[in-house]
C-alpha cells in the first residue's frame, strides 16, 4: 500500500481543517484487522494550537475533544501556549521526561544546526536515534491513554506535539496498531505528515520562532531540511526496536504499556465500530 492510500481529508471532511495548525486531523474511518474501523470523531493528531485563528477555535469547538495529549515539554509548552476554546478546559494528559529525545525538539535542532559538521545524514542518523528511544521513553504515556481510552467513559483525544509529525507519529501508530489497524495503513498515516507540512515549509517556520536566528548556510540549510522531513525508516526502526526487545509490536504494548487481552478488547471496543 503506499502513501497514496490514506486520503488526505482529516477524517471528519472540513471541519477538521484548521488554519493555524496544517496537521490537524482525525484518525477515523481507519479500517482494523477485524473488518471495523475507527469511530467518527473521538481520535484526533496536530501539531501545536498556538497559531489558532478565531475560525478554528469554532471548528475546534464542535468536535468536543475531552482530553489533550501534549507531548511537548514544560518548557515549550510555556513558548508556545496552546489556544483553546472558551469554556470548560480538556484534561491535560503530559509527559514527564522534558518532551522526549532532543532529536525532535526545535530548541536542539537549533543549537546543533551551529556544528560545522552537522550535515544532513548527520542530522538524519540523530533523528532515527529518537525513534529508537521512542518505545522505552513513551512506555508509560501510552499505558496513562491506554488506561483513560478503554476503562471508563473514552472521552474524545487529541494527540500532539510540536510539529505532529515525530512524537505524534510514534504514540499515533502505537494507538492505531493497538486498535488492530495494519501495519501499511498506520505507516501511511504517518507520512501523511509529510504532505500536510512539507519539510521546507516546516524547517522554515521552526526555524524563524526563534529569537535573533542567524542566516543559515547550505549546510545548515540540508541539514534542517532532513530533519523537518517524514521518512518510513524512522517510524519503522522505532517498531524494530520495540520488537526486538519484546518479541513483537504487540507485545511491547501489553508488557511495556499495559494493554493486556482484556483491556485491548475494552479499547477497541470503544474506539471502533462496524
Not at 524494530?240 to 507485545?251: D, L, N
Request: proline share 5%; with cysteine; charged share 25%.
Amino acid at each position: 500500500m503506499s502513501s497514496t492510500t490514506v486520503a488526505d481529508h482529516g477524517g471528519t471532511g472540513p471541519l477538521a481543517r484548521l488554519q493555524g495548525a496544517p496537521n490537524f486531523r482525525s484518525l477515523c474511518g481507519y479500517r482494523a484487522a477485524d473488518g471495523r474501523s475507527v469511530r467518527r470523531g473521538v481520535l484526533f493528531r496536530s501539531d501545536a494550537l498556538s497559531d489558532l485563528s478565531a475560525a478554528d477555535l469554532e471548528r475546534l469547538r464542535a468536535l468536543d475533544i475531552r482530553l489533550v495529549c501534549d507531548l511537548r515539554s514544560t518548557r515549550e509548552r510555556m513558548a508556545r501556549p496552546n489556544r483553546w476554546p472558551a469554556g470548560p478546559a480538556p484534561a491535560l494528559l503530559t509527559t514527564s521526561d522534558g518532551g522526549g529525545p532532543a532529536a525532535v525538539k526545535a530548541a536542539a535542532w537549533r543549537a546543533r544546526l551551529g556544528e560545522a559538521d552537522f550535515d544532513a545524514a548527520t542530522a538524519r542518523r540523530w533523528l532515527r536515534d529518537a525513534y529508537l528511544a521512542m518505545p522505552a521513553v513513551y512506555a508509560g504515556l501510552l499505558a496513562a491513554l491506554f488506561a483513560r481510552l478503554a476503562d471508563g467513559r473514552a472521552p474524545n483525544v487529541l494527540v500532539h506535539c510540536a510539529a505532529g509529525k515525530d512524537r505524534t507519529g510514534f504514540v499515533c501508530a502505537m494507538l492505531l496498531l493497538a486498535l488492530g489497524v495494519p501495519w501499511e495503513t498506520v505507516l501511511d498515516d504517518y507520512l501523511l505528515s509529510g504532505r500536510r507540512q512539507p519539510a521546507e515549509a516546516l524547517a522554515r517556520k521552526l526555524w524563524c520562532a526563534g529569537q535573533g536566528v542567524p542566516p543559515l548556510d547550505a549546510r545548515a540549510c540540508a541539514a534542517l531540511r532532513a530533519i523537518a522531513g517524514v521518512e518510513a525508516e524512522y517510524l519503522t526502526a522505532a517498531c524494530e526496536c520495540a520488537a526486538r526487545r519484546f518479541g513483537s509490536v504487540a507485545r511491547y504494548l501489553e508488557a511495556a504499556c499495559g494493554l493486556d487481552p482484556a483491556r485491548c478488547e475494552r479499547l477497541r471496543t470503544r474506539l471502533l465500530t462496524g
